[in-house]
């Protein structure tokens, strides 16, 4: 189960009493990620106008909402982050990457543009050290940049860094299937495609599995992905064999915790796969 994070959320708004006034509020949420950090923190700001009697209203700058992750110890305010931005990239490699690994646990995507620019580089792990902190990012507009990386980029790191960077940048209208179809026949990428904790691939994995000890490593993603691997497997729409084969012995391994937590799904996926 995914455990909650803490986040600041700064939204700057504007009054609609005619002042050219500018203003910021600040929110402190808990959430799985920044994209639900800044649901909370906007529906707080709108229960507040909703409750407030005011005659005039609050009006937000969506666009210039930011967000990060809080740990203990840390500036209250964003300029730290703002400093560190400005340090890349360093002259030397290894605090180029120390500082990248930082802004990827901050999850800032104001920091998203600069290290696309560091990526401006022949030095493989840096690019790929800035792959993975878009990543732990998580802003969708580095999506194509990430994924371009893969093939303009022959280098081991780097591939395997968009693989597993990828699908974390995804909106919903983007077809990542494709790109994994090429991933998982790479024999450096193969491996790690079968271990990432996304759903979506579950009908790429069971129509490629070619051995036991690629079925093995299907099996314990799909036991860290639970109940979102077992809503998927029911649902499937399956027509070949062998891949049944695989689903339905996926579904059987979690059957034992499906019925201990009641998923819903649980007496479809019985009868889907014959297991009742």
Request: charged residues 30%; aromatic residues 8%.
């Given at each position: 189960?995914?455990?909650?994070?803490?986040?600041?959320?700064?939204?700057?708004?504007?009054?609609?009493?005619?002042?050219?006034?500018?203003?910021?509020?600040?929110?402190?949420?808990?959430?799985?990620?920044?994209?639900?950090?800044?649901?909370?923190?906007?529906?707080?700001?709108d229960?507040?106008?909703?409750?407030?009697?005011?005659?005039?209203?609050?009006?937000?700058?969506?666009?210039?909402i930011?967000?990060?992750?809080?740990?203990?110890?840390?500036?209250?305010t964003?300029?730290?982050?703002?400093?560190?931005?400005?340090?890349?990239?360093?002259?030397?490699?290894?605090?180029?990457?120390?500082?990248l690994?930082?802004?990827?646990?901050?999850?800032?995507?104001?920091?998203?543009?600069?290290?696309?620019?560091?990526?401006?580089t022949?030095?493989a792990?840096?690019?790929?050290?800035?792959?993975?902190?878009?990543?732990?990012?998580g802003?969708?507009t580095?999506?194509?940049?990430?994924?371009?990386?893969?093939?303009?980029?022959?280098?081991?790191?780097?591939?395997?860094?968009?693989?597993?960077?990828?699908?974390?940048?995804?909106l919903?209208?983007?077809?990542?299937?494709?790109?994994?179809?090429?991933?998982?026949?790479?024999?450096?990428?193969?491996?790690?495609?079968?271990?990432?904790?996304?759903?979506?691939l579950?009908?790429?994995?069971?129509?490629?599995?070619?051995?036991?000890?690629?079925?093995?490593?299907?099996?314990?993603?799909?036991?860290?992905?639970?109940?979102?691997?077992?809503?998927?497997?029911?649902?499937?729409?399956?027509?070949?064999?062998?891949?049944?084969?695989h689903?339905?012995?996926?579904?059987?391994?979690?059957?034992?915790?499906?019925?201990?937590k009641?998923?819903?799904d649980?007496?479809?996926?019985?009868?889907?796969?014959?297991?009742?």
């Open positions: 189960m995914e455990t909650n994070k803490i986040y600041k959320v700064i939204i700057p708004y504007t009054e609609s009493a005619g002042s050219s006034r500018k203003y910021k509020i600040e929110y402190t949420v808990e959430a799985k990620n920044c994209s639900e950090a800044k649901l909370l923190a906007k529906k707080k700001f229960d507040y106008s909703i409750n407030n009697n005011a005659s005039w209203i609050r009006i937000p700058n969506l666009s210039a930011r967000i990060w992750r809080i740990y203990p110890n840390d500036p209250s964003p300029q730290f982050i703002d400093d560190l931005i400005k340090k890349l990239p360093c002259k030397d490699p290894n605090e180029t990457i120390k500082i690994e930082r802004l990827g646990e901050l999850e800032d995507t104001t920091a998203s543009s600069k290290i696309i620019s560091v990526m401006k022949d030095n792990k840096i690019i790929a050290a800035s792959i993975n902190t878009l990543g732990n990012i802003d969708p580095s999506f194509f940049v990430v994924k371009n990386s893969y093939s303009q980029k022959n280098n081991e790191e780097i591939r395997l860094a968009v693989v597993n960077t990828l699908y974390k940048l995804a919903p209208e983007d077809d990542i299937l494709d790109f994994y179809r090429v991933a998982i026949h790479n024999i450096l990428t193969r491996e790690n495609v079968f271990k990432l904790e996304t759903p979506e579950i009908p790429l994995w069971l129509a490629e599995i070619s051995n036991d000890n690629e079925f093995e490593t299907v099996k314990n993603t799909i036991l860290k992905l639970g109940e979102k691997a077992f809503r998927v497997l029911t649902k499937l729409n399956i027509k070949h064999p062998q891949v049944f084969s689903a339905s012995k996926l579904v059987e391994m979690l059957k034992p915790i499906a019925t201990e009641k998923w819903e649980l007496p479809e996926a019985l009868k889907k796969y014959n297991l009742l």
